[in-house]
């Protein structure tokens, strides 16, 4: 099993940024990879960027350039810096991680929101 605990999500202006943690405990030496998903009212939860045990990186195109995914594998933490904030960025953030038997875990969410 893998725990995962997602903070530092919040109300920010436009422009602004806001960095995400997601703490992972348990069994970790089986994770492939781990990544930030987020779910706006009354829409379907998407895929913001993943990053890899071996540290390749993949991004929405809505927010390449904009976000950074990043690891500490001696904290077992995930981050995501999300800069240049947009209010359609507003939403539910999810840490999510897939191991080799392709099982999934999923964190409980952050909110984001960001004012025009």
């Known amino acids: 099993q893998v725990q995962l605990v997602e903070s530092g999500g919040g109300l920010v202006q436009a422009g602004g940024s806001l960095r995400l943690s997601c703490a992972a405990s348990?069994?970790?030496?089986?994770?492939?990879?781990m990544g930030w998903n987020r779910q706006a009212p009354g829409k379907q939860r998407e895929l913001v960027a993943t990053?890899?045990?071996?540290?390749?990186?993949n991004y929405a195109d809505s927010v390449k350039g904009r976000f950074t995914i990043s690891r500490d594998n001696a904290k077992n933490t995930v981050y995501l810096q999300m800069n240049s904030l947009k209010p359609e960025d507003t939403a539910v953030y999810y840490c999510?991680?897939?191991?080799?038997?392709?099982?999934?875990?999923w964190g409980q969410g952050t909110q984001v929101t960001v004012s025009s």
């Open positions: 999510n991680a897939k191991n080799i038997w392709m099982a999934e875990y």
């Open positions: 990053i890899t045990s071996g540290g390749s990186t």
């Open positions: 348990g069994r970790l030496s089986n994770i492939l990879y």
